[in-house]
């Protein structure tokens, strides 16, 4: 059993946002080989140390570094895929589904993924302006922002997901503000980055999240279909 964030009030299937699923899946799958080569190289195997080095290096290749020798010009959008660790990771896959998702439903697949092309480089600026790695909590912060400028009274449902082997039922307990979701995450994340002993990448977060306010505002009269 486990209590926690499962939709948005009023939101529409999860099952038909194309793009907010594409984002989750590539993520996983990003997250997934990194760790898997890293694990290789240091364990000699379960792959081989040629396909581990070059996994290696990419995801070397696709971090922001605050360093201007190491800049490449993919890397203000590659850097959302190299999370801090499963906690970053199942933390901000949850944000992305249930923000995006609500995000997909009122613009469009398109929009959406126009929106977090727009704001990955202005988290990744901020990123190279004050340190810290943003990832997929830089580009959250950029979508829980867009969504509160278009919808501020917007409702989060919260409950109790029940398991055999898979999901069989929810039950609802309790609602919450999109606000507070936003900052029981951020503060989350917080201590997470306390606990790795990193830095706390709050330039990305501020300018991410100005970037997506500054998106909610000027499409609060953009509905999809309408």
Request: aromatic share 8%.
């Amino acid at each position: 059993m486990l209590i926690h964030a499962f939709a948005v009030d009023g939101q529409p299937s999860l099952r038909a946002m194309w793009c907010t699923w594409s984002l989750v899946g590539i993520l996983v799958v990003a997250f997934l080989a990194e760790h898997l080569a890293g694990w290789s190289l240091v364990h000699h195997g379960p792959l081989p140390e040629s396909p581990s080095l070059v996994l290696a290096g990419l995801a070397a290749d696709g971090r922001i570094y605050q360093d201007p020798v190491l800049f490449e010009p993919w890397q203000p959008w590659t850097q959302v895929l190299l999370q801090g660790g499963w906690w970053q990771l199942l933390a901000g896959l949850q944000i992305l589904i249930l923000v995006g998702a609500a995000l997909e439903a009122q613009l469009g697949w398109a929009a959406m993924l126009a929106a977090c092309l727009a704001v990955l480089p202005v988290s990744a600026l901020g990123a190279v302006l004050f340190g810290g790695e943003p990832a997929l909590t830089g580009l959250n912060c950029g979508l829980l922002a867009m969504l509160i400028a278009r919808a501020p009274g917007t409702r989060i449902r919260c409950g109790l997901t029940y398991f055999l082997f898979t999901e069989i039922g929810h039950l609802r307990l309790f609602t919450m503000g999109v606000v507070t979701m936003a900052a029981l995450y951020l503060a989350l994340e917080v201590v997470r980055i306390s606990v790795q002993h990193l830095a706390l990448p709050l330039g990305a977060w501020v300018l991410a999240m100005s970037a997506g306010a500054a998106l909610g505002l000027s499409t609060r009269w953009l509905r999809h279909g309408a």
